[in-house]
């Protein structure tokens, strides 16, 4: 890594941290973990439950789930006709219950009813991406891992830091440029980023904090 991106990042990052502080809603894993302390499995649900579905939605969804179900038991307990109807708001409900119920069986039959703390065994279970396993494992099991998902691949374009076309580039390229301490909280602070500041179609870099240290790449129109 050069000195030039060394510095860029230092400054990005503390930069971001200085911003969002008691700025903005934090991400939806979090939340979670604020409300119910690092549980694996409330994690790894509210992540699966999250994919291509709002933060806000996806937090009333966990909030009504987790009133009836935080285990995988409980989770296979429920009817998936009940359960489809508490993921009914955000979309893909049918979908997003055969994969909880999926989960839950693989994590028990399996994994004991415990959540793997290795990448490789997170990725054998059917549901479970890339995405999913590094964020349980940085933001639960504190393991150096980077959560790649759409504003972390977007603004990391962005800001010149990488030069990829999809998520699993990103992530790559990234585990390259990216001091490993840094591995974990990254997700956190671009997807905030990503949802107040520098969205995906006409980001506000009139008023975005790192602009300094951006080298807007693609970015054709702003506000
Ligand atoms: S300057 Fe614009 S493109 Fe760069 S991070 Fe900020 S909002 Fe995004």
Redesign the pocket.
């Known amino acids: 890594m050069s000195y030039n991106t060394k510095r860029q990042l230092s400054k990005i990052i503390t930069t971001l941290k200085e911003n969002i502080v008691h700025c903005f809603q934090l991400p939806l894993c979090e939340s979670v973990i604020k409300k119910h302390g690092k549980e694996p499995f409330l994690v790894l649900v509210a992540c699966l439950l999250s994919l291509r579905a709002k933060d806000s939605a996806t937090m009333h969804v966990c909030n009504d789930l987790f009133k009836v179900a935080q285990t995988p038991e409980e989770i296979l307990s429920l009817s998936t006709q009940i359960l489809e109807k508490i993921i009914y708001p955000i979309g893909f409900y049918r979908n997003k219950a055969k994969t909880l119920k999926t989960v839950s069986t693989t994590i028990l039959e399996k994994y004991s009813g415990t959540v793997p703390k290795d990448r490789e065994e997170l990725l054998k279970i059917k549901g479970i991406g890339p995405k999913t396993a590094n964020l349980v494992l940085g933001l639960v099991y504190n393991i150096p891992a980077i959560c790649v998902d759409i504003h972390v691949h977007r603004?990391s374009n962005?800001?010149g830091l990488v030069k990829t076309k999809t998520p699993v580039e990103t992530e790559k390229a990234l585990e390259k440029v990216l001091p490993e301490r840094y591995w974990i909280e990254w997700n956190g602070l671009l997807v905030i980023?990503g949802q107040n500041?520098?969205t995906p179609i006409s980001?506000?870099?009139s008023k975005?904090a790192?602009?300094p240290y951006?080298k807007?790449v693609n970015?054709i129109k702003?506000r």
């Open positions: 603004i962005r800001l980023w500041i520098c980001p506000f870099c975005c790192i602009k951006c807007q970015v702003t």
